[in-house]
């Protein structure tokens, strides 16, 4: 089946790049479909044009555009993490080559995308319906560049 909604990611010049390093960190995944400029186009000939792709199951579409746009954070993706060690794999692998950590599980790849590199107990812990674990917990993180699971964990309990 087809998935309904694929997000599309813009890149200058470097899609090709970036496809490489997101199918080398995510598991089950691969580049599925690539269309290359032919002589004439507005990058040299063999040069990807656009590329469909999957991370974890998750299609994704991609183009090398050109320098007309460029990724912000209003959108970023998700990574959904089950222990400290995949978080660090994660926030390692997509930070790797000039990437920028900013705060709360954010940062941005060398490409611009963002990401946030979470662990699936944190939402679980911040809709809480204890105010007092909810808020130790937010207090935390918002301390945290990388998060650290033990002590959001440890925040969550009280113990920290």
């Known amino acids: 089946?087809?998935?309904?909604?694929?997000?599309?990611?813009?890149?200058?010049?470097?899609?090709?790049?970036?496809?490489?390093?997101?199918?080398?960190i995510f598991d089950d995944a691969?580049?599925?479909a690539v269309t290359r400029f032919g002589?004439?186009?507005p990058f040299p000939a063999g040069t990807l044009q656009s590329a469909t792709f999957e991370l974890a199951g998750?299609?994704?579409m991609a183009i090398n555009g050109g320098p007309h746009d460029e990724f912000n954070d209003a959108i970023s993706l998700f990574?959904?993490?089950?222990?400290?060690?995949?978080?660090?794999?994660?926030?390692?692998?997509?930070?790797?080559?000039?990437?920028?950590?900013?705060q709360c599980g954010w940062l941005k790849d060398r490409f611009g995308v963002s990401?946030?590199?979470?662990?699936?107990?944190?939402?679980?812990?911040?809709?809480?319906?204890?105010?007092?674990?909810?808020?130790?917990?937010?207090?935390?993180?918002?301390?945290?560049?990388?998060l650290d699971l033990p002590a959001l964990t440890a925040a969550y309990e009280g113990t920290a």
């Open 115 to 146: 990401w946030q590199v979470t662990p699936v107990q944190l939402l679980r812990y911040l809709a809480d319906p204890d105010p007092e674990k909810a808020g130790r917990t937010a207090a935390a993180m918002l301390q945290m560049v990388k």
């Open 1 to 24: 089946m087809t998935q309904k909604i694929t997000p599309f990611l813009w890149f200058e010049d470097n899609a090709e790049e970036a496809l490489t390093l997101y199918t080398s």
């Open 79 to 102: 990574v959904s993490c089950e222990t400290q060690e995949e978080i660090d794999r994660y926030w390692d692998a997509l930070l790797a080559g000039g990437g920028t950590p900013t």
């Open 30 to 32: 691969r580049i599925t």
């Open 58 to 60: 998750q299609q994704f």
């Open 39 to 41: 002589e004439g186009g």
